[in-house]
């Protein structure tokens, strides 16, 4: 795992801009700290940061040359089944590396060798062999991160907006229907960034980059629409096989690998297929304080019964400013999931013991984990078929009959989105501040929210399926997963130099669970029915039966009251940013509901308070580092 860094300018070259580049090349240095190199080759720029897992000697430092023709490569990523693909490659390599084999296989069979690829990947190829040409490419659920500006005959590309920006900062402006955006969702969803000028390279594309005209293909494709027609035990059966093959691909390193246990069942899973493979992996497990968050008693069940090594990671959790704000600036835009303290934390400790950390990433996304997959397309029904627009008053009636506060709120948000449109309900329920947020009878936004819905809608638009259950699982995992969830991993693993792997997306799986029957992955009872099937076969039945819990911090005791104190004066000051989108009076009900829990709004939760003002946060300190 590694960050890169190219450009090219066919008509001024690079000299002018290399100081800047360079610049920018340290900026990801984190990426990959065990080699950094550069190269300028006629119009090119290729610069890389490495982070040695596969061939740990210095002939696989990059940019790399080819062994057969005047070509380079810069790489991050790993290829899982390069020695088989290696087999077929009638060339004499350099060296042992996964990367040379990407290199050779292109310019032996052009960019279709990709499709052959079954890693996690974001690289680019300056090919010199006729005129000069540069192509990138990214895998195809959009694990590693890779992100593209360009303007007339200048292009630069990187593994974070950080390394792009030196090169290009007097050129870019913020994308205001982005920002927006975030203040719902709390993370810019891509290909959108939070400049108008930076995209990120969508998913399973290939841009071409060349004189006379930059070619962008959509190289492999993941359909949300075809089902296939096996029967409930048969797409068990050939879940587990895949699975199996996943896990066994990912455990392909010259250096320790390790699995991230928690409670769940995608982890748990993993960690029982690695052990198959290798008795002596370890589960890394974080232990909290807080019993609401804390799994390790969970993860120990998990690997007594595989009698497999098992680790309580021990991490220095005092929170403070400081590290919020390292965490939250190495993202480049604003970002606000709070899960991301505690990847950061869990890396971080990954690191004093390998480089190589596996998650269960994934699983929620393919195998209906999330229950709210399933009653979202119940609402879809209902509301079609049974209920007018006024129903959603009703709700709200017997909303107040609850006792209990967190029930009361849910059915509060269900009534929210009974008027929506099929399309608004995704967008609805991801905000961790809502566009209909009510406060004082009036919107705390001081912007139209349909902005940030719009731009929303406009994602994807070639793979947006018209069955709203195909919908759903289109939406979590191409906007939801890959915008905040995998973007998050990789960028607290990167920070802490931990390569951080996800077997569910292997490419054959994916291909495979997209197409099962939406309703044999769950129902109003069960989420993931076909991973809990498997669990129960290795594991204890009550764990089996384990609902979904976030990988989640508590914010609001993790920082001190000195902290909050601060977070508040700076939301306050006098022209910041937060100011031109929500109204003061409610950034100010937000700290007046986190130290007085009982005179909080009934409307709003623990959780929901302070990742309101993480969202803020975020958006203020980005606005003042940008």
């Known amino acids: 795992m590694c960050g890169i860094l190219g450009s090219v300018d066919f008509e001024k070259g690079v000299a002018e ?58 790489y991050n990523g790993e290829i899982y089944n390069y020695k088989e693909l290696k087999k ?45 040409k540069i192509i990138i490419a990214r895998d195809p659920s959009g694990i590693k991160p890779l992100y593209f500006y360009n303007k007339g005959s200048f292009s630069i590309f990187g593994s974070e907006i950080k390394a792009i920006l030196p090169s290009v900062k007097k050129e870019v402006s913020i994308n205001e229907d982005v920002i927006k955006c975030y203040l719902n969702l709390g993370y810019c969803p891509e290909p959108f960034t939070a400049y108008s000028q930076i995209t990120a390279v969508d998913p399973g594309s290939v841009i071409e980059i060349s004189k006379n005209e930059t070619k962008k293909t959509k190289l492999i494709s993941y359909s949300f629409t ?30 320790e690998v390790a699995v991230a246990l928690s409670g769940g069942i995608d982890s748990s899973l993993i960690y029982a297929y690695a052990h198959g493979s290798d008795s002596k992996i370890k589960g890394l497990t974080i232990g909290f304080d807080d019993k609401d968050y804390n799994e390790a008693d969970i993860a120990k069940i998990y690997s007594d019964t595989m009698k497999g090594n098992h680790e309580l990671v021990e991490v220095d959790l005092e929170l403070n400013l400081d590290t919020l704000n390292k965490i939250l600036l190495d993202f480049d835009q604003p970002y606000a999931d709070s899960s991301a303290i505690n990847v950061y934390y869990l890396t971080k400790a990954t690191g004093k013991i390998t480089k190589v950390l596996i998650g269960g990433d994934g699983g929620d996304e393919l195998y209906n984990g999330y229950p709210s997959m399933t009653w979202l397309t119940y609402i879809d029904k209902l509301n079609k078929n049974m209920f007018t627009r006024n129903s959603g008053e009703a709700i709200l009636s017997i909303a107040q009959k609850f006792s209990n506060p967190s029930q009361g709120r849910l059915v509060k948000r269900i009534a929210d989105l009974w008027s929506d449109k099929p399309h608004e309900l995704l967008y609805d329920w991801h905000s961790w501040f809502p566009r209909k947020t009510n406060f004082q009878n009036a919107s705390p936004f001081l912007f139209d929210t349909n902005a940030g819905l719009n731009l929303y809608q406009s994602i994807f638009p070639e793979e947006i399926p018209e069955n709203f259950k195909h919908y759903v699982v289109f939406d979590y995992f191409r906007k939801t997963m890959l915008g905040d969830y995998l973007r998050k991993t990789d ?11 996800v077997p569910v997306l292997d490419e054959d799986l994916v291909s495979f669970a997209l197409t099962i029957p939406f309703d044999q992955k769950s129902s109003l009872k069960e989420s993931k029915k076909i991973l809990r099937t498997i669990h129960r076969k290795i594991y204890p039945e009550k764990t089996s039966r384990i609902a979904k819990k976030g990988f989640t ?19 306050l000051k006098s022209g910041n940013i937060v100011n031109e989108y929500v109204k003061k009076d409610y950034v100010k009900f937000l700290f007046t509901s986190l130290n007085d829990r009982e005179g909080a709004s009934e409307d709003i939760s623990r959780a929901g308070i302070y990742q309101r003002i993480l969202m803020l946060y975020s958006l203020s300190l980005w606005n003042d580092q940008k």
């Open 491 to 501: 960028m607290m693993s990167m920070l802490n130099h931990v390569e951080y792997r």
């Open 553 to 571: 911090i508590p914010l609001d005791t993790s920082l001190s009251k000195d902290d909050f104190e601060v977070i508040k004066n700076e939301l």
């Open 17 to 74: 801009k290399y100081p800047a580049l360079l610049k920018g090349l340290e900026a990801i240095n984190h990426r990959g700290p065990d080699s950094s190199k550069n190269l300028v080759s006629g119009s090119s720029f290729l610069g890389h940061n490495r982070l040695s897992i596969i061939d740990l000697s210095s002939k696989a430092d990059q940019p790399m040359k080819s062994a057969s023709a005047d070509a380079y490569l810069i």
């Open 226 to 255: 075809t089902e296939n027609n096996f029967n409930y035990d048969e797409n068990v059966a050939e879940t587990e096989v895949r699975l199996k093959k996943a896990v066994e691909r990912n455990l392909v390193a010259d250096v």
């Open 88 to 132: 077929n490659l009638s060339v004499k390599f350099n060296t042992n590396s996964d990367s040379e084999v990407v290199l050779e296989g292109y310019l032996n069979e052009g960019i279709n060798f990709f499709k052959k690829l079954r890693g996690i990947y974001a690289f680019a190829i300056l090919d010199n062999r006729a005129g000069q």
